[in-house]
Every structure is written in structure tokens, then in C-alpha cells.
């Protein structure tokens, strides 16, 4: 676990990251990873606080630590991807877009992006002005938009309404690939989207996880879309 700056530590678990960030009051692990490691025993040591969980989604590269905990924050558009699709357990406290969830002399706000998942989210950290977590906004990255549940046009909402928030924060730090990332990417992610289902990129056929898919580089990053 490294320290990203006062009060708040990262892991890197096989390319995807869990954050750990404490207040006055108490912790929270933002996701679990991809390896099923003892996400306890990490915060332990590093802060004796109580600790919650949130997920920001539940693709099973976030999720693979759950089982350590018995309840979790998550948007409840998230279960039709947690229970059906990764048969996750535990019992799911709902935030939505605004929640304010406060540490102690700490305040988070839930941002809710869709189109990756119906329930993706990322953590606005009021104080020291930055997004936290999720995997809408990447650079140099794979941003995964084929499968169940995953929607393009969504993803564009979503980003439009993260955009008109922009006075609130200054830096992103993603769940993959590069980070922090500044906010000047969204508009960039926003106009890639668009220019994909315009049909304005050229895709090319690529293989992941035993499926063909079709890949748009979009130049900061590449959409994996369904074949047509």
C-alpha cells in the first residue's frame, strides 16, 4: 500500500486500484480488486479507524475482496451486475448521485456515471478537490463497453452531467491505466463516444477474454465495443 497523498493510500492489484481514504471518524475502502486479497488486513495497517466498503462498480476486477465485508455502499443499478452477472454476496447499501457520505471533517459526494456499468460511480472528494475511483475516465487505457449491461449513449449522459460539475474538482485518479488525469479528458472521452457510434472511427477486431470485439482508438484511449 502507498501513500497517495495525506490520509489516503492506494493499492495497485493486478492494473486495477483499491483507494483507502480516513477521516476524524472512520475509513473507507473504495472496491476490492481483482486477486482476493485480505483488504482488512491492509487498512489495519495502516489506520486504526473503523473501516466501510464501497464498490464503484462490480466488475469482477473490484469485487474480488468483497467477501470480507458483509455490507457495502454501492448505486443500486449496480445489482443487476453484482448478484446476476458475478453472484456477489452482501447486503448493498444504496448511494445515488449527491450522496454525501462524511468520514469525520472529511465529506465525499457520490457522482454517478453510467454506461460502463448501469451503477458506476466515482467519489468526489470535496476537500481536496479530486475525483477517486472507477473506471468512466482512463488515460491510455482500455475502457471496456462490450457485454451486458454496458451502453454507449449512457456513458456520454453520464460524463455530460460529471462535466457540469467540473468547478468542484481539479484531478482525477482513475481505477486503471494512468493517473491523476485532469479534467480536460472528459470532454475528450465525451467527443471519442460520440465519434464512435457516429461510426467516425475505424475499428479494429481484437480478442479479449475468449471473445472478438471490436476496438476504437479514440487517441487517449480505446472503447472495447460488442461486434455489430
Not at 190 to 204: N, Q, Y
Amino acid at each position: 500500500m502507498k501513500v497517495l497523498f495525506e490520509n489516503t493510500w492506494v493499492i495497485d492489484d493486478g492494473g486495477v486500484r483499491i483507494f483507502v481514504l480516513a477521516g476524524d471518524d472512520e475509513a473507507l475502502v473504495i472496491d476490492t480488486g481483482i486477486s482476493g486479497l485480505d483488504i482488512p488486513e491492509l487498512v489495519r495497517g495502516v489506520t486504526d479507524l473503523p473501516f466501510k466498503l464501497l464498490n464503484t462498480h462490480a466488475d469482477m476486477d473490484h469485487i474480488a475482496g468483497n467477501k470480507a465485508f458483509s455490507r457495502m455502499y454501492m448505486h443500486p443499478s449496480e445489482a443487476c451486475v453484482y448478484h446476476v452477472l458475478n453472484h456477489g454476496a452482501g447486503e448493498i447499501m444504496p448511494v445515488y448521485d449527491g450522496t454525501l457520505l462524511d468520514l469525520g471533517n472529511r465529506p465525499l459526494k457520490i457522482m454517478h456515471v453510467p454506461g460502463h456499468t448501469p451503477g458506476s460511480i466515482t467519489v468526489l472528494d470535496v476537500k481536496n478537490r479530486c475525483l477517486i475511483g472507477g473506471d468512466p475516465i482512463q488515460a491510455g487505457g482500455d475502457i471496456y463497453m462490450f457485454g451486458p449491461y454496458r451502453d454507449m449513449e449512457a456513458y456520454v449522459l453520464g460524463l455530460t452531467h460529471l462535466l457540469e460539475q467540473e468547478a468542484s474538482f481539479d484531478c482525477i485518479y482513475p481505477s486503471h491505466a494512468g493517473m491523476p488525469v485532469d479534467k480536460s479528458l472528459i470532454p475528450d472521452l465525451i467527443r471519442g463516444a460520440r465519434d464512435v457510434m457516429d461510426g467516425k472511427i475505424a475499428g479494429i477486431k481484437k480478442e479479449m477474454h475468449g471473445r472478438t470485439v471490436m476496438s476504437y482508438d479514440i487517441g487517449i484511449d480505446r472503447f472495447l465495443c460488442d461486434m455489430d
